[in-house]
Each structure stands twice: as C-alpha cells, then as structure tokens.
C-alpha cells in the first residue's frame, strides 16, 4: 500500500467539503479531500512538489507531488472576482516547494468585506481509480504540522 500525507495548507478548523457553500466542491466537481475555514491569512504548501499553477489573481494555487499526485489549494469563495486584491504570492509556477513552506499570505479582512466565505478547500484534483482520500480526525489544525488527510493506493 502507498500513502501520501497532505498537511494542512491553513491553519483553522476542519470542514467535510459537503459543508462548504459552493457546489463545484461541496459536490467534489473537482475532487475529493476537505476545507478548512482558516484562523490567519498565511497558505503553505501542504506537501512537497513543484507549483505547477497559482492563478493571476493569486487565491488558488497546485501543487504537484512526485509521484504525480496534484493538490489544489483554493484560498476562500468566489475570491477570483477580488482580482488579486487582498493576496500575495510568495512562489511561481515551476517551483520546487518544501512542505510547510509559505506559499501565499492572504487578507482575510478584505475577504470578509468583499462578501465572500475565507473557507478554504483543498483538494486532490485527477486521482487515478483507486486512489482514495482518507481524512485526518483532527477538527482543528496548525498549517503545515497537521495532517489533513492522507491519499492511499495500491495494494493493503
């Protein structure tokens, strides 16, 4: 059996994606794995790997692990339409990431004032058949410490 630790991006309490108010995730449209309504506004890479997107208006970035596994961290609702307005980027795409290593800084103020939700779904998007993602049974947890949930395949 193979196994992969995704920690978490954000630090914050833990959400099943069914709870977060946005079909394309709370419906896993993209994927499976959990969202994390974040305690502060600094995103770290959930694992090591290589960036290889982070969007131009910097609320969602992927990171691609060496086995081929990718993970989308996606920073609040509907916060593209901020257009940059509230993030930082921290790396580019083509970056080589440790895990725990500070990604983004986000505003979760700005967030909030702009009417959108800070929750943070992070997601393991394109993941062969039989794979499967296995959640932690922390409720609560520290960016880049805890685990969020591991991805496992292959024979047990």
Do not use: C
């Not at 977060?20 to 709370?26: I, L």
């Not at 305690?39 to 290889?52: C, H, M, R, W, Y």
Request: no cysteine; hydrophobic share 50%.
């Amino acid at each position: 059996m193979n196994e992969v630790q995704v920690l978490a991006p954000v630090s914050g309490r833990v959400l099943p994606l069914g709870n977060v108010p946005d079909p394309v995730f709370a419906e896993k449209m993209l994927g499976d794995g959990l969202a994390i309504d974040p305690a502060t506004g600094v995103a770290v890479a959930p694992l090591a790997g290589k960036i290889v997107v982070f969007h131009s208006a910097g609320h969602a970035f992927a990171i691609q692990e060496s086995t081929g596994l990718n993970v989308l961290v996606h920073l609040g609702l509907d916060t593209v339409q901020l257009k940059g307005k509230g993030f930082t980027r921290l790396v580019e795409v083509g970056d080589e990431v440790t895990a725990g290593q500070e990604i983004a800084h986000f505003d979760l103020d700005i967030i909030a004032q702009a009417g959108f939700s800070p929750l943070v779904p992070v997601i393991m998007i394109d993941l062969p058949a039989g794979y499967r993602v296995v959640p932690s049974t922390s409720t609560v947890v520290q960016a880049g410490r805890d685990s969020l949930f591991s991805v496992i395949w292959g024979e047990s």
